[in-house]
C-alpha cells in the first residue's frame, strides 16, 4: 500500500479558472431531545472545499492541468491550491506573514499576532491564514484591528486544530490550501473547435 505521507507537496497549476466557488463542510451531528430541545455535536474540523471550472482552453492549457490531475491517482495524491483572489487578505495593511505574540491551546478560536502596522485594519472576514506548524489553512471570523504596538486579536471561524507556540509564523498573503481531489473519476470535454473544458472539486486535506 502506497502512501503519500513525508513526500514533496505539489502544487496545483496556476492556470487560471474561468470560475471558482469556495464552499466549506463540517461534520455536525443535530438530533432533538424526548422534550424537543436541539442537541448539536461537531467531530474533526471544517474543510474548505472548492469548485474550479476550467473552460475553452487551448490543447496546450489543458495538457498541463490534466497531466497534473491525473498524476493524483484520484482521491489519493495531496497537494497545495493556492485559490485565486482569495489566496491573499483582503486588507491592504496586512504583510505576508505576521507571528505569533501569545501561545494558544488546540480548540483556541482566537489567536493573538504581532507584526502589524499600527492602529489598522491589518485582517478581513474571509480572508485565509495558515499557521506554519499547521496542514490546515482557517477563515477569519471577522475583521481584525491593530493596536499602537501593531498586536491584534485574530477571531477564527474554525477551533484551532493544534497549538500555536509563540513565534509561529502565520502566513497572510499567498496562502496554499492543503487538498486533494474530491472524486476519484475526473473528466474533461472537448468541443469545436477543439476547446477543452473540465471542471474539478477539491477538499482540504489535512
Known amino acids: 500500500m502506497q502512501s503519500h505521507q513525508g513526500l514533496f507537496m505539489p502544487q496545483f497549476p496556476t492556470l487560471a479558472p474561468s470560475s471558482l466557488s469556495m464552499g466549506s463542510q463540517s461534520n455536525n451531528y443535530i438530533s432533538k431531545s424526548i422534550g424537543g430541545v436541539r442537541q448539536a455535536r461537531r467531530s474533526g ?54 507571528t505569533v505574540n501569545t501561545a494558544a491551546a ?39 484591528v491593530s493596536n499602537a504596538s501593531g498586536v491584534a486579536t485574530i477571531n477564527l471561524a474554525f477551533d484551532l486544530i493544534r497549538p500555536l507556540p509563540v513565534a509561529t509564523v502565520a502566513g497572510l498573503k499567498n496562502v496554499l490550501v492543503q487538498c486533494s481531489l474530491v472524486d ?23
Open 45 to 98: 474540523t471544517t474543510l474548505l472545499t472548492f469548485d474550479a471550472s476550467f473552460s475553452k482552453l487551448t490543447r496546450a492549457q489543458a495538457a498541463q492541468l490534466w497531466g497534473f490531475i491525473q498524476a493524483q491517482n484520484g482521491q489519493f495524491g495531496v497537494f497545495d491550491f493556492a485559490p485565486p483572489l482569495l489566496k491573499d487578505s483582503l486588507s491592504s495593511s496586512a504583510p505576508a506573514t505576521a
Open 106 to 144: 488546540a480548540r483556541q478560536s482566537t489567536v493573538i499576532l504581532g507584526g502589524f502596522v499600527a492602529n489598522k485594519t491589518v485582517l478581513n472576514a474571509g480572508d485565509l491564514i495558515r499557521f506554519a506548524n499547521h496542514a490546515k489553512a482557517y477563515v477569519v471570523a471577522r475583521d481584525a
Open 184 to 206: 476519484n473519476e475526473q473528466n474533461q470535454s472537448i468541443s469545436a473547435p477543439f476547446f477543452h473544458s473540465l471542471t474539478v472539486k477539491l477538499i482540504e486535506s489535512i
